[in-house]
């Protein structure tokens, strides 16, 4: 079942999956990480290079002594590595490392330089953090997704001829955070660079499971923009990256400005520093590029295409064992990473996310994902007059979907006992909705169980 990929090697080098936690049944249980999508595990393997990385953590670019000279380099080849990953042309790119997905964006979106007349095109897909940035410089125009919520590439090429030469940025999901559908980003490359725009990918779901390649620049395959986040990706302790053209970072002014983004400095002068530099102000996160940096090396040594095939596998078996739950509706549609949103009938959303969590240990997410306007979409589609947006008065009642979302660790078992879970839920939606009420006070459903009622609060105490 493992499709070459050496998934349980892989499984015992990630912290947390022999984790226990409380269920109704009054035992304990391994806990199941199905909430990949907002952010995985770290791997023990990096985190035994950090520890001893630790006892060399110093100041970056700001000391003579040999911590310092040391963390500089390291902190430099982060940078490269990152690149690396990505096929980054790093003669013509720059790799700035920031915080996370969304401060990438936001920054593009400040140094692009956009005119009154300028356009940006995203789509109906997006993450929030794919569209509120560029609201705030440009005209944004979305391209529509169809009833399975998949891209509509004949709207996006209309809206290229119709915008045409103000579209100064397309900018696309790698894949979707809610039904976990994977964009043509060859195809949206070329068809950008056509009609002379820009291309840009938010990679925040697509590079955790999917090697990338940002082509060249005169490739019209080439990704002119590209941002992901260290903690969908292993690596947490604060790392994002945006890669994009030396040339849109040398025009004007960094947006955030001080300490480390100058060369010289006079009362009436200013010389910016080089690339990334001048980017990346202030001291900058050297722990967090290093764990990046050291976890993509080490996911590369695994093989991306046949952690990928493994994944797929996982997720085929996922969807077929999902569509024998009675009352079932799964949304988007193939080719898709392992992100499955569907609702069950009779329950909400957020009361189902709280039942798997209680009675199998097992986390999802629930809600509308940070992508509200596909989720409306997606959820008016199949049903216009239940859940959706505009019937949703009371907190209750607020639309949504629960979310599974698989990683190469994961296993068929776990999935297996998903399902066991959904189908007793599925049978007995009367009994288990008794079991989890909501609570007008935390504005959330809970278990009716009081020895669960204070978790995760007096766990919290042992920390
Ligand atoms: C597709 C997509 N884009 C952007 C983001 C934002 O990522 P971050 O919260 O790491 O900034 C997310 C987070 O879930 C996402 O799924």
Redesign the pocket.
């Known amino acids: 079942m493992s499709g070459g990929f050496p998934y349980k090697t892989f499984r015992r080098e990630v912290l947390g999956v022999d984790l226990l936690v409380p269920t109704t049944r009054g035992i304990r249980v391994p806990y199941i990480h199905f909430d990949n999508?907002?952010s995985t595990p770290a791997l023990k393997p990096v985190m035994e290079q950090m520890q001893e990385f630790l006892t060399w953590y110093s100041g970056v670019h700001r000391g003579t002594g040999h911590k310092s000279m040391l963390c500089s380099q390291i902190y430099e080849q982060c940078h490269t590595q990152i690149g690396h990953f990505v096929q980054a042309d790093l003669e013509h790119d720059t790799v700035i490392l920031v915080k996370?997905?969304?401060?990438a964006i936001n920054k593009l979106a400040g140094r692009l330089r956009f005119s009154a007349d300028d356009v940006v095109i995203t789509s109906e897909m997006?993450?929030h953090?794919?569209d509120l940035p560029w609201r705030r410089h440009a005209r944004v125009v979305y391209t529509r997704v169809d009833e399975k919520g998949l891209l509509d590439y004949k709207h996006l090429e209309k809206l290229l001829q119709q915008y045409y030469p103000h579209v100064k940025l397309v900018t696309i999901?790698g894949?979707?955070?809610v039904t976990g559908h994977l964009n043509d980003l060859d195809f949206i490359a070329r068809l950008a660079h056509e009609y002379n725009a820009e291309f840009m990918v938010?990679a925040?779901?697509l590079a955790p499971h999917h090697a990338i390649n940002m082509h060249p620049h005169y490739d019209s395959r080439h990704i002119d923009y590209l941002a992901f986040?260290g903690?969908?990706i292993y690596a947490p302790f604060g790392s994002?990256v945006l890669i994009g053209s030396k040339k849109t970072f040398l025009q004007g002014e960094p947006d955030i400005i001080g300490g480390g983004t100058v060369n010289m400095v006079t009362p009436n002068l200013i010389t910016w520093a080089g690339l990334p530099d001048r980017e990346e102000a202030g001291s900058p996160n050297v722990m967090g590029a290093f764990i990046l940096a050291k976890t993509l090396e080490y996911l590369q040594s695994l093989n991306l295409h046949s952690m990928a095939a493994y994944e797929k596998k996982l997720t085929d078996y996922a969807m077929q064992r999902l569509q024998t739950i009675p009352g079932i509706t799964i949304y988007g549609a193939e080719p898709r990473l392992g992100v499955i949103s569907f609702n069950l009938e009779d329950i909400i959303h957020n009361q189902l996310g709280i039942m798997l969590s209680f009675e199998a240990g097992i986390g999802v997410r629930s809600g509308c994902?940070?992508a509200q306007h596909y989720v409306r979409k997606l959820l008016d589609e199949k049903n216009p007059s239940s859940l959706s947006y505009t019937s949703a008065y009371a907190m209750d009642n607020l639309p949504g979907m629960v979310r599974i979302s698989l990683a190469a660790y994961n296993t068929h078992d776990e999935i297996d006992r998903l399902i066991s879970v959904l189908k007793q839920i599925a049978d007995h939606p009367y009994y288990y909705r008794k079991k989890y009420p909501y609570s007008c006070i935390h504005g959330n459903y809970y278990p009716r169980d009081k020895n669960l009622q204070n978790w995760p609060y007096h766990f919290t105490e042992s920390f």
Not at 100 to 103: C, D, P, Q, S
């Open positions: 999508a907002a996370n997905t969304t401060e997006e993450h953090s794919n999901t894949a979707s955070n938010d925040a779901q986040s903690h969908k994002g994902f940070c």
